[in-house]
């Protein structure tokens, strides 16, 4: 029993060394956003197209920021700037309006091509793990699948999205403990409210009674985490369907969802057509110009 009460304090101060010499180290963006970078946004993130362009240059900072202290590191598949750039936005949504966040109980993104089972193999049966957060030795890493990160931003009508998912547990886990109550953005006051809240849905999902995915009902950290993709993916429904729910998760989060339009179309720019970035020029002479210029090397 000494033994492993020594093993996991070694690993707790190991973690706190961590989390202070990862804060110490912290880095800003220095550099203008990349073009191509903004190209992916527009094209596959609806929370930055709603966005009016001093938010939009905002949550173009977070990014840039989060990908200067977070390695991406892909296991059994390679990673590329939209892998990246998808990573970093499922991190900022859910704290988009706190303007010092920094994930500083997270150092690397593992993303694998698909499932993985809890030993994190890729290959052979029970691999039904779309998401993880990394504990004990795998302490301030995190594992995505590749295929679950692209599906939740290509479909929003579902309410669901991995990696934000796995973005909101890091939330709840900063205070200190993941139990489904983010202390750190919760007011005192909205915490029993909260809990019976919780406990009242959860509930609704074994009684069959719930619009809320059933896998939220496992426990009240899967349901904060399984009810903030329901807001962040579909807002107005989620506020039709569960007002009361909504309002406890606005103040969580310090975003009415419910008020950002959502709904667009799957873009396509051709290379004449003015920039969505609305800089007054062509698309091929502004954020498709990186594109073009390779497109026509020989």
């Given at each position: 029993m000494n033994v492993i009460i020594a093993i996991a304090?070694?690993?707790?101060?190991?973690?706190?060394?961590?989390?202070?010499?990862?804060?110490?180290?912290?880095?800003?963006?220095?550099?203008?956003?990349?073009?191509?970078w903004r190209l992916i946004l527009i094209e596959n993130v609806n929370f930055y197209s709603s966005l009016n362009s001093d938010e939009k240059s905002r949550?173009?900072?977070?990014?840039?920021?989060?990908?200067?202290?977070?390695?991406?590191?892909?296991?059994?598949?390679?990673?590329?700037?939209?892998?990246?750039?998808?990573?970093?936005s499922s991190a900022i949504i859910p704290i988009f309006e706190f303007q010092d966040w920094k994930y500083i109980n997270l150092y690397e993104v593992l993303l694998y091509p698909g499932m993985f089972d809890e030993k994190f193999q890729t290959k052979g049966p029970d691999r039904n793990i779309m998401g993880m957060v990394g504990t004990g030795y795998m302490e301030g890493k995190m594992i995505l699948s590749k295929a679950a990160l692209y599906h939740g931003f290509a479909n929003y009508s579902d309410k669901k999205n991995t990696a934000i998912h796995e973005f909101v547990h890091l939330i709840d886990?900063?205070?200190?403990?993941?139990?489904?109550?983010?202390?750190?953005?919760?007011?005192?006051?909205?915490?029993?409210?909260?809990l019976n809240l919780i406990n009242e849905k959860i509930e609704e999902i074994y009684q069959d009674k719930s619009d809320i995915n059933p896998y939220g009902g496992t426990n009240r950290q899967e349901f904060f985490s399984v009810i903030s993709e329901y807001f962040f993916e579909r807002p107005k429904l989620l506020a039709s369907k569960h007002p009361e729910l909504y309002g406890l998760l606005e103040?969580?989060?310090?975003?009415?969802?419910?008020?950002?339009?959502?709904?667009?179309?799957?873009?396509?720019?051709?290379?004449?057509?003015?920039?969505?970035?609305?800089?007054?020029?062509?698309?091929?002479?502004?954020?498709?110009?990186?594109?073009?210029?390779?497109?026509?090397?020989?």
């Open positions: 304090v070694s690993f707790i101060i190991i973690y706190i060394a961590k989390k202070l010499i990862f804060k110490n180290n912290w880095k800003t963006p220095k550099q203008a956003f990349v073009s191509e949550f173009e900072f977070k990014v840039q920021e989060f990908l200067l202290n977070c390695r991406i590191t892909g296991i059994e598949t390679n990673v590329n700037t939209k892998d990246k750039v998808l990573i970093a886990k900063l205070d200190g403990s993941t139990d489904g109550i983010p202390e750190l953005l919760l007011d005192k006051k909205y915490t029993i409210p909260w103040k969580i989060f310090k975003q009415d969802m419910a008020a950002r339009s959502l709904n667009k179309k799957k873009l396509r720019i051709r290379r004449n057509d003015p920039c969505p970035c609305n800089s007054g020029l062509k698309f091929k002479k502004c954020c498709g110009s990186t594109h073009y210029k390779k497109s026509h090397q020989p």
